[in-house]
């Protein structure tokens, strides 16, 4: 039904900056929410950044606010622009979708997403 892609990974220092794109395509019809979810090595997949897209509403990860920022375009496609990186950033990166909507103070939760990028690597390092 709905399908997301991620790009824009990459290798990078810390305190540096990197600029995720997800491509989506489909019937988003019943989409009211899109983000981002990063899957640390050993670490269960814990959502980094949401935006409602119709309202444009955002919600992010405590350790992220103030230096990522999720954005959505026309077509629904979304972004996130990543800003003084650390090494602890280092994961992969999934961009997904929701079904419908979402309950109050569940946006960052995985469960609540129904159709999955396939991932892009990020990594902090020197």
């Known amino acids: 039904q709905v399908q997301v892609a991620e790009s824009g990974g990459g290798s990078v220092q810390p305190g540096g900056s990197l600029r995720l794109s997800c491509a989506a395509s489909g019937d988003m019809r019943s989409t009211a929410w899109m983000g981002w979810f990063r899957q640390r090595p050993g670490q269960e997949r814990e959502g980094v950044a949401t935006i409602n897209t119709g309202a444009g509403v955002t919600h992010y990860l405590d350790s992220v606010k103030g230096r990522f920022t999720i954005s959505q375009d026309s077509a629904k496609n979304i972004y996130l622009e990543m800003n003084s990186l650390k090494p602890e950033d280092t994961a992969i990166y999934y961009c997904?979708?929701?079904?419908?909507?979402?309950?109050?103070?569940?946006?960052?939760?995985?469960?609540?997403?129904?159709?999955w990028g396939q991932g892009t690597e990020v990594t902090v390092s020197y």
């Open positions: 997904a979708a929701s079904a419908g909507r979402i309950m109050y103070g569940r946006w960052l939760r995985s469960t609540e997403y129904t159709n």
